[in-house]
């Protein structure tokens, strides 16, 4: 069975929704005031990975993620661009669809923007006024007030001062008025975007979206509820304080947060100029390669960037391709082998079960494909396929190995395939031609050919084994 750690309760929970159920999910999305990075790239990744893999397990899901398309950021930006904000925001959405597409994330189901739900979240405002939750500031601003609302800190586990006592260790974190964030923010410039409230004109706080979203998609409550880490405190602690001061019943039963990603020793953030862009990384690295990288560290811990991990990722990824190069799926028959196709399905999904530990599914993946390697130069040709269909449906619910074998290693984004570094890479191609001549394939070790040729690598043949040398060295 499915066990996730929960934020809420710290622990690993069985996730025992019956398989009938729609699941609800919801993830912070983001801000659009700059280029998607790596960060995005994580977080949205492994949702995505969350998502397929309940379906996979045949749940439904509804899959909400928000955009943040109003913020002091957002306007900041618009202004140094010289563009309208209108303008500048529908650019910057474009872009962001444009990296998720090529990351290969499915689609939410919904993905609201928040100007577009001014009602909704004017509304929820309201409800908190009428539980006496909110209030009129000094300035104008409309405020949550931490102090009337009990349970403030469950989720973070921080505690309030009223609940200290003189036994409680110093380290905790405490509150006090000045902690009441902000629901509505007075309007103070006449140049700044507004919206008319019953308070004046505005716009909201940045908490008050994601509240106001949930509670409009799903009244009946959130079953995951997700984000990066570094939103855990404040903004999700503020959330779930939101949604439980309107409707205390309201639930939201595992929130998942995953790590940061840590540059040169350092969380990576614009103000250190150490943000690594996914557009960037996309014009060296397979998008495929991105995701194995980024699964191959597990979601909860932080993922340290190296360029050199991610080349190490291409690698093994690389390596996995060249297994299935020749396989034939469609031959493969469902039963044949079963007990031996099992061990490797039961050690797969026993990895996924276990909080999505993808680390594992992967290696289990690159396990898989050693021993089909090794299937290959066997003549059980139909267990070859099996496997190859096995390892194929095992990367799919990762999402990955959707490429044809051959269109991926000699696509242009890796080209690295051609180097000196990469020789072992060759050498197996060169020698997966020499079997093909030897069968008489001839189109196919042409094809092989032609190919190492473009990438550098000549071949010339002798009897029965072939040689080959670089045109050029990298
Ligand atoms: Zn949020």
Redesign the pocket.
């Known amino acids: 069975m499915l066990k996730i750690f929960n934020t809420l309760t710290k622990k690993k929970e069985k996730f025992q929704f019956p398989y009938s159920k729609k699941i609800n999910i919801y993830v ?1 999305g983001v801000t659009v005031y700059d280029l998607c990075h790596i960060g995005h790239a994580r977080t949205f990744i492994v949702f995505d990975i969350i998502k397929r893999y309940l379906e996979y397990l045949g749940y439904k899901t509804c899959y909400v993620r ?1 955009i943040t398309d109003i913020d002091d950021k957002i306007i900041y930006a618009a202004n140094k661009k010289n563009e309208s904000i209108d303008v500048f925001v529908k650019r910057m959405i474009k872009l962001m669809h444009e990296d998720f597409l090529c990351l290969n994330l499915q689609n939410p189901d919904h993905e609201p923007r928040i100007t577009r739900c001014m009602q909704d979240i004017i509304s929820f405002i309201e409800s908190l006024f009428n539980n006496k939750l909110a209030y009129i500031s000094d300035n104008k601003d409309i405020l949550f007030s931490i102090q009337k609302y009990n349970s403030y800190g469950i989720l973070s586990r921080r505690i309030k001062k009223c609940c200290l006592n003189e036994n409680k260790s110093n380290s905790v974190f405490y509150f006090n008025q000045s902690d009441d964030f902000v629901l509505w923010k007075h309007r103070v410039n006449k140049s700044d975007p507004y919206w008319i409230s019953p308070w004046g004109p505005g716009r909201p706080g940045w908490h008050i979206e ?1 509240s106001a979203i949930i509670n409009k998609f799903f009244k009946n409550g959130v079953n995951i509820h997700g ?1 990066g880490i570094d ?1 855990l405190f404040p ?1 999700h602690e503020n ?1 779930l304080a939101q949604l439980k001061s309107i409707k205390s019943s309201f639930s939201i039963e595992f929130w998942i947060h995953v790590g940061m990603v840590i540059i040169n020793n350092h969380k990576m953030s614009k103000s250190l100029s150490n943000t690594v862009l996914v557009r960037d990384l996309l014009k060296k690295y397979d998008s495929e390669v991105i995701r194995f990288y980024i699964l191959s560290t597990h979601y909860r811990h932080p993922l340290i960037f190296l360029e050199k991990n991610l080349n190490a990722s291409k690698n093994i990824l690389n390596k996995i391709y060249v297994s299935l190069l020749g396989s034939d799926v469609s031959s493969e028959h469902s039963d044949y082998h079963i007990k031996l196709r099992n061990i490797f399905r039961k050690k797969f999904f026993s990895a996924m079960n276990d909080d999505f530990n993808t680390p594992k599914a992967c290696l289990i993946l690159q396990n898989l494909s050693k021993y089909i390697t090794n299937i290959k130069k066997s003549s059980d040709i139909l267990l070859y396929n099996s496997l190859s269909k096995d390892l194929i449906f095992f990367g799919n619910i990762l999402g990955l190995l959707h490429h044809d074998p051959k269109n991926f290693l000699f696509s242009s984004t890796n080209q690295i395939l051609a180097s000196h570094s990469n020789i072992h890479i060759v050498k197996k191609l060169v020698r997966m031609r020499d079997a093909y001549r030897k069968h008489k394939k001839w189109n196919l070790s042409d094809i092989i050919r032609k190919e190492l040729l473009k990438l550098g690598v000549i071949v010339q043949d002798k009897h029965e084994r072939s040689t080959y040398k670089f045109i050029y060295k990298n």
């Open positions: 912070c928000n994601c984000g939103l903004h959330e």
